[in-house]
């Protein structure tokens, strides 16, 4: 299942870049989406912005995840992978590869997409992926929605 959603800002490729990779998570996803719980608080990391870097993300629902970076190409894109799902997620997914692509638009401005790859279940425990599936894409669209546009808080101030 691959989900995706876009915003331009006003702002240089690399200036949108770093802040995202500085970005605290809570401040911009903290808000609940459906049944996609904000995240309140990241743990277990020392960095974030070279490959291999990890933290281990805490929803409100007390859910986790471990984010590894398994690609960084400043300033267009980087890769993280989440797995170690704990929670209602893990009866749906084996995983999730979340994308951040920054790309230069207009003068002086950049296009932020961030997308999602969910690897959903297979066999007995994945039949009620398929039927889950709309629900959790309607979701995560708002959950996106309301990332972007806090993101732009932070990079207008």
């Known amino acids: 299942m691959q989900l995706s959603r876009s915003r331009t800002y006003p702002c240089p490729p690399e200036a949108t870049f770093d802040a995202i ?7 911009v996803l903290g808000h609940r989406s459906g049944p996609l719980p904000g995240i309140v608080e990241v743990r277990e990391q020392t960095t974030w912005g070279s490959l ?5 993300i805490v929803l409100a629902d007390r859910s986790t995840a471990l984010e590894t970076l398994v690609e960084v190409d400043r300033p267009h894109r980087f890769v ?3 797995s170690e799902l704990t ?4 009866l749906l997914a084996e995983g999730v590869e979340g994308r951040f692509d920054v ?3 207009g003068e002086g401005g950049s296009t932020v997409t961030w997308s999602w790859r ?3 279940r297979g066999g007995v425990v994945g039949l009620a992926a398929p039927l889950a599936a709309p629900v959790i894409s309607r979701a995560w669209q708002g959950w996106a929605r309301g990332l972007l546009e ?3 808080g932070v990079l207008v101030p």
């Not at 990779?21 to 401040?27: C, Q, T, V, Y």
């Not at 929670?87 to 893990?90: L, N, S, T």
């Open 21 to 27: 990779m500085g970005i605290s998570l809570p401040e």
């Open 52 to 56: 291999g870097d990890t933290r281990r």
């Open 80 to 82: 993280y992978r989440a």
């Open 87 to 90: 929670g209602p997620m893990v």
């Open 103 to 105: 790309e230069p638009a």
């Open 118 to 120: 969910i690897a959903l």
């Open 150 to 152: 806090n993101l732009e």
